[in-house]
């Protein structure tokens, strides 16, 4: 069992927007600004999209953005192109137990 | 270009120890800017944090796994490295080196390796 709780799955149509939940505590989500979002193609190792909540890296699209409120983070894409379609992966610093990093089980999202 | 690349055994027994080895190309793993991390991903499941490692050796461990896990650097080398002693086939995953920011890595985890399946099996 995941420390942070993504939907297993989601899906959108091109152009649409989606959203994607990462719910975690105050010990984690809620108490830091350390969530980092990834995008997985299959085969593929993982990609930065979004850092510290609400950052993009260079090089990622601007249809890529996430918030925070509460213990919930989100990743929106907006403008769905079928390039999106892989799986997305939240991550939080913990301060539970020993300080660590935790990640979402992971959400697989669907470009109809 | 940074660039991250994986090593080491493809199939470990049952209670031994997996070794693997990642050697950073590009750039100098004595930044004091990064930290140096390695995550895993079983078959069809989930990202797991493992634990992250500055150049100077102070180390972070996912407390789930660090009774069993040793990260080391040699700034010498370009490399960083894992140990996980007393495998069973719940350690079985593909095994991903990156480069994060931040203390142990928080800061998000920007480049990655292409990453290396371990099986565990006798």
């Known amino acids: 069992q995941s420390a942070l709780t993504q939907p297993a799955s989601v899906s959108g149509s091109p152009g649409q927007s989606i959203t994607i939940s990462c719910t975690g505590t105050s010990s984690d989500v809620g108490g830091y600004n350390y969530v980092s979002w990834y995008q997985q193609h299959p085969g593929k190792a993982p990609k930065l999209m979004i850092y510290?909540?609400?950052n993009r890296p260079s090089g990622v699209s601007n249809r890529f953005s996430g918030s925070k409120s509460g213990n919930t983070a989100s990743l929106t894409i907006s403008g769905l192109q079928a390039e999106d379609e892989a799986d997305y992966y939240c991550?939080?610093?913990?301060?539970?137990?020993?300080?660590?990093?935790?990640f979402g089980g992971g959400t697989k999202l669907t470009v109809l | 270009q940074l660039q991250l690349q994986e090593s080491g055994p493809g199939l470990v027994k049952p209670s031994e120890t997996l070794s693997l080895t990642c050697t950073v190309s590009g750039g100098s793993i004595s930044s004091s800017s990064y930290y140096w991390g390695w995550i895993r991903q079983p078959p069809g499941k989930g990202l797991e944090w493992i634990g992250s490692i500055y150049y100077s050796g102070s180390t972070y461990y996912n407390p789930s796994l660090k009774s069993r896990v040793t990260i080391s650097v040699d700034t010498s080398k370009n490399q960083f490295s894992l140990k996980l002693s007393s495998v069973t086939a719940a350690d079985t995953a593909v095994y991903y080196c990156?480069?994060?920011?931040?203390?142990f890595g928080v800061g998000g985890l920007d480049y990655w390796g292409q990453g290396t399946l371990v099986t565990v099996s006798s």
């Open positions: 510290e909540v609400s």
């Open positions: 991550s939080s610093y913990t301060s539970s137990s020993t300080p660590h990093v935790v």
């Open positions: 990156a480069r994060g920011w931040r203390i």
